[in-house]
């Protein structure tokens, strides 16, 4: 990245991290996947139950192998040869996991975090359950309000995962929402992360590139 844009968006990142911590969260900033695994190294501890979001981010960023490594109890929604039954369970399991990884559509420079999910599973755990919840993301997912949160939603995440997941819905051609109504849709539960009144629940790790959509 060029040296004065890398400027501008280290500044970006402490001002969302400085608004976060005015909504009992925490932010943390990383240059790399090696100081990322070793901060979450030193934040979950042995033996913890952990559980994940649907995230590209997590895969791109080698966490969910990392996870795989660990000494944690994994309840694992893409290990191998995984039912439809017995991913409802680990959905469900999810709400009594010591951590929870996952990353966000969006987070405003006020320090909200907007996501919105197809089955709702990520948005319920991020809100409730969980005892720890760890959102990693880059900088590329920070916008200015809730406002510019739903326009990168409908403008680039929900088209870019309706592709890859090939569910055929009208963006997946468009490149853009139209409030479908399709079977294959993916945005159906919505969710604001204003304030959290446990201020050691929910870490936000900023990690320098582009990660996810």
């Known amino acids: ?49 952990v559980a994940v979001g649907g995230s590209m981010t997590l895969f791109e960023t080698g966490i969910i192998d990392w996870i795989r490594e660990q000494p944690y109890h994994f309840f694992d929604r893409y290990a191998e040869g995984i039912t439809p039954a017995e991913l409802k369970q680990v959905h469900r399991n999810a709400f009594s996991a010591n951590a929870y990884f996952c990353s966000s559509n969006a987070i405003t420079e006020r320090g909200e975090l907007y996501n919105v999910d197809g089955s709702g599973n990520r948005v319920a755990a991020i809100s409730y359950g969980p005892d ?44 853009s929402c139209s409030d479908c109504r399709s079977e ?30």
């Open 1 to 49: 990245m060029d040296q004065h844009l890398k400027k501008v968006t280290e500044s970006r990142i402490k001002r969302t991290i400085l608004n976060l911590a005015k909504n009992n969260m925490n932010g943390y900033h990383v240059a790399n996947t090696k100081e990322l695994k070793n901060l979450l190294a030193n934040l979950v501890p042995e033996n913890a139950s």
């Open 132 to 175: 720890k919840v760890f959102i990693i993301l880059s900088a590329n997912k920070i916008v200015k309000n809730i406002e510019e949160a739903v326009t990168r939603n409908r403008e680039i995440s929900a088209p870019a995962n309706n592709v890859r997941l090939n569910t055929g819905t009208p963006c997946t051609f468009t490149g």
């Open 184 to 213: 294959g849709r993916i945005c159906c539960s919505y969710s604001i992360i204003a304030h959290q009144r446990d201020k050691d629940r929910i870490h936000v790790i900023f990690i320098d590139g582009q990660y996810g959509y």
